[in-house]
């Protein structure tokens, strides 16, 4: 019974902490909603409005664009987290285990946009886009197998938008949201001498939420576009299930947690200068503040199972970039970022190796015909190297013996490849 409390009292904070830590930190928030950004490094995403993914970026840039228009793309995503140990603990009676080997795997995030003019003063689109996600699965065995395993969250967003043109020089554009999200993980559990078992959970729900935005023409081909999108207020519910290292279930538990995402603001803009050159920037603020604690609660008898401190912190992403428009077919891009994490050294635990990363990206467009055009981008995130010192147990208190600890220093990269097309009709 001693060992059947630690592993349910524990395993509910495990599980629920990847989801929140999901979208707790940049590293976890999607900015790669298209393939024409990823070359800008998406500098000037609220003010480019390049095709109909404008929709996520700021909807008021669906006014630049004529007729309608389908634009489809997708980034595959291959981050990398080796770890390197300095003096893990074992939990107690257990080995410590073995180096984790790489972490990072490729993952696709896809998106598609839909835009079309109604009349010269509006537009209406509908974006079909993942804005937090996350995979990260350790080998067996490794020195951190108690406190991570294997994470995964998928999200995705259905947004409608219309942008409405004001004047000559000013439209305004707004959007709803609607978003599902499911999480799933595995960790290893201690059953002390008697060995090892496996907590596995998985949650879902859906929720609401609204962005807006507007673009101001300044003219000599210069435009500022301003872009907010709302956070979005989660309550998960799982399944939390215990086996024990016979493989029997000793726990099957509902479980739910309150999850805020964080909101975004951005300021864009960019400018043709009207000799083959184009020039973007951007400021980004995301608010992770507001997620300070995890607070998991027993489905069904209400009671509370954990209290996990977060302390996570607001982020600034600050790009710039630039196109070079070599001729009617075909245009070259670059771009470069400074992209601050959320979670500090103090908090950082085996889900989220992250760090603050600065962005190198290239990329171009192609376009075969007048109604078609297609782009493609690679960027390379060159993430600091973050620090580890975690042995937190389910009540947010030191818990050596049950999860042991995990010091050491993580090596962190971000390689992204991204396609789209875009078509007008």
């Known amino acids: 019974m001693k060992f059947r409390k630690t592993a349910e009292?524990?395993?509910?904070?495990?599980?629920?902490?990847?989801?929140?830590?999901?979208?707790?930190?940049?590293?976890?928030?999607?900015?790669?909603?298209?393939?024409?950004?990823?070359?800008?490094?998406?500098?000037?995403?609220?003010?480019?409005?390049?095709?109909?993914?404008?929709?996520?970026?700021?909807?008021?840039?669906?006014?630049?664009?004529?007729?309608?228009?389908?634009?489809?793309?997708?980034?595959?995503?291959?981050?990398?987290?080796?770890f390197s140990n300095t003096g893990s603990v074992a939990a107690a009676a257990r080995p410590l285990g073995s180096a984790p080997g790489d972490a990072g795997s490729w993952a696709l995030v896809p998106n598609a946009y839909f835009a079309m003019e109604v009349n010269p003063k509006m537009h209406i689109g509908l974006g079909i886009n993942a804005p937090f996600g996350l995979k990260t699965e350790y080998q067996a065995g490794w020195m951190g197998r108690f406190q991570a395993l294997k994470s995964s969250v998928e999200t995705i967003n259905l947004n409608p938008s219309l942008s409405w043109r004001v004047t000559d020089a000013l439209t305004l554009g707004a959007g709803v949201n609607y978003q599902r999200i499911r999480a799933g993980l595995t960790a290893a559990q201690s059953f002390g001498p008697l060995g090892e078992g496996v907590s596995n959970m998985s949650g879902s729900d859906a929720a609401w939420g609204v962005n807006f935005g507007a673009l101001m023409d300044m003219g000599n081909g210069g435009r500022l576009g301003i872009a907010y999108r709302s956070s979005v207020n989660y309550q998960l519910s799982g399944t939390l299930v215990v086996t024990n290292p016979a493989g029997v279930a000793v726990l099957n538990r509902p479980v739910i947690a309150n999850m805020k995402m964080p909101d975004t603001l951005s300021l864009s803009y960019f400018r043709d200068l009207g000799n083959q050159w184009d020039v973007m920037a951007d400021l980004t603020r995301t608010g992770w503040n507001n997620f300070s604690?995890?607070?998991?609660?027993?489905?069904?008898?209400?009671?509370?199972?954990?209290?996990?401190?977060?302390?996570?912190?607001?982020?600034?992403?600050?790009?710039?970039?630039?196109?070079?428009?070599?001729?009617?077919?075909?245009?070259?891009?670059?771009?470069?970022?400074?992209?601050?994490?959320?979670?500090?050294?103090?908090?950082?635990?085996?889900?989220?190796?992250?760090?603050?990363?600065?962005?190198?990206?290239?990329?171009?467009?192609?376009?075969?015909?007048?109604?078609?055009?297609?782009?493609?981008?690679?960027?390379?995130?060159?993430?600091?190297?973050?620090?580890?010192?975690?042995?937190?147990?389910?009540?947010?208190?030191?818990?050596?013996?049950?999860?042991?600890?995990?010091?050491?220093?993580?090596?962190?990269?971000?390689?992204?490849?991204?396609v789209q097309y875009a078509h007008s009709f």
């Open 293 to 418: 604690e995890l607070r998991i609660v027993d489905a069904g008898t209400g009671a509370a199972r954990s209290l996990t401190p977060e302390n996570w912190s607001n982020t600034w992403r600050a790009a710039l970039g630039g196109n070079y428009h070599y001729n009617d077919q075909w245009t070259v891009r670059m771009g470069g970022a400074y992209d601050q994490a959320g979670v500090s050294d103090a908090f950082r635990t085996a889900r989220i190796p992250d760090m603050s990363r600065t962005w190198l990206a290239l990329g171009g467009q192609y376009k075969p015909t007048k109604s078609s055009a297609v782009d493609f981008g690679y960027a390379h995130l060159f993430v600091n190297n973050s620090t580890i010192n975690n042995n937190t147990g389910a009540t947010g208190a030191a818990s050596t013996a049950t999860v042991g600890r995990l010091a050491g220093s993580y090596k962190n990269s971000v390689d992204i490849l991204s």
């Open 9 to 82: 009292d524990w395993s509910v904070a495990g599980a629920m902490l990847v989801m929140a830590s999901s979208a707790a930190a940049s590293g976890f928030a999607l900015i790669e909603q298209s393939g024409s950004g990823l070359g800008n490094a998406f500098a000037g995403g609220a003010a480019s409005a390049y095709d109909a993914s404008t929709i996520f970026y700021n909807p008021a840039g669906m006014s630049r664009l004529s007729g309608r228009q389908i634009t489809v793309s997708g980034s595959m995503i291959g981050p990398s987290a080796q």
